[in-house]
């Protein structure tokens, strides 16, 4: 699903090289153990700014996001499991994404291609930024992601220079409302399934 693979997606940024002070809190590693201890655990989609058609249009449709990495470090697998509200209605999915670590990326393969995205890591642990065809002006994007589900002002500012930094326009921005979120009692649901699960075994 492309709206699954928009929020999901990573790998490591080939590395923005630009010299300009709103690309200097960038950075680029290989995904290493830590890196996937720090993505591990639930994040909140904020905004994003896609020109891929495909991926503009989906994110368009979602009114709030939020999602749960699950690592699987042996068999270098990540499982994604989101939880979109899309037309004040709660979608569920879950797919997993594979680990290159040779080459830092991570990948999917979804109707008949494998698709990539691009990791960027900043200073601050509790955000990180999704980088789509980062050297392709007409279809790149850049998605933004926190461990809350408000963004600060520090935090929305560093997007806003990594948008920049990318060539794109502030006014490309789509946000995400975490107030029209409705996917909480499903979120409880299943933590209440996991934990009889747990109990039972």
Sequence with gaps: MVLSWALAVLSLLPLLEAQSPECANLTAAPITNATLDQLSGKWFYIASAFRYPEFNESSRTIQAAFFYFDINYTEDKILVRDYLTIGNQCVYNSSYLNVQRENGSLSKHEFGKEKFGYLLLTKDPTTFMLAFFPKDEQNMG?????????????????????????????????????KQDVCGPLEKEHQEEKQKENEGS
């Design 142 to 178: 850049l998605s933004f992601y926190t461990d809350k589900p408000q963004a600060t002002q520090e935090q929305m500012r560093e997007f806003h220079e990594a948008i920049m930094c990318m060539g794109m326009q502030k006014s490309e921005i789509v946000y995400s409302d975490e």
